[in-house]
């Protein structure tokens, strides 16, 4: 069951425990399953807590191959194409954002910000805290919290109800998929 630990994480609507990385990529699985069209999720966690590691997992959940899916370090941004086989309601596209070496929200105009929030498909933000002030209203958080050398908790929380609600879901079908997860 996904633990709700909101004394540490008061703002979380679910912290979800992942022992190892295939129980990150069951859970990517069970959010991918039911994220709406359009979403932006803001990725936080220190430097090697799995941000990349948990959008290759996003990927794979919807067909995009995780060996094509890298950090968007010195590039900025990488956009995905979702394979046409993949489920209609999902997003038709994939945005890796990598925003840790821009210095504010001035550069990141420069990259097309306002078409890449606008458009749909889902945008994922690494280091999300550069550019605070440029996010949008509506959005994911999820943060990455290193547990120990491959375990991981995962804290959720939504601007919206349609959000709240995918994260909701996905944490209920990871507790029945995981059943042995504290």
Request: hydrophobic share 50%.
């Amino acid at each position: 069951m996904p633990s709700t630990d909101f004394e540490s994480h008061p703002s979380a609507d679910a912290s979800v425990v992942c022992r190892d990385e295939a129980a990150v990529a069951r859970f990517a699985e069970c959010l991918a399953a039911v994220l709406p069209s359009r979403v932006m999720m803001a990725l936080e966690g220190d430097l090697g807590a799995g941000k990349t590691t948990f959008v290759k997992k996003l990927a794979a959940a919807v067909g995009i191959p995780p060996a094509e899916v890298t950090s968007p370090t010195f590039t900025l941004v990488h956009l995905y194409e979702v394979p046409h086989h993949a489920e209609a309601r999902r997003a038709l596209r994939l945005v890796h954002m990598d925003a840790y070496r821009l210095s504010g929200v001035d550069e990141v105009s420069a990259i097309g910000w306002e078409e890449l929030v606008a458009e749909n498909g889902w945008l994922l933000v690494e280091w999300p805290e550069r550019i605070a002030s440029a996010l949008p209203a509506e959005r994911m958080r999820l943060q990455i919290e290193i547990t120990g050398e491959s375990s991981r908790t995962l804290h959720l929380e939504a601007t919206t109800s349609t959000l709240k609600a995918a994260i909701d879901a996905a944490a209920a079908a990871f507790a029945r998929a995981m059943p042995h997860a504290p």
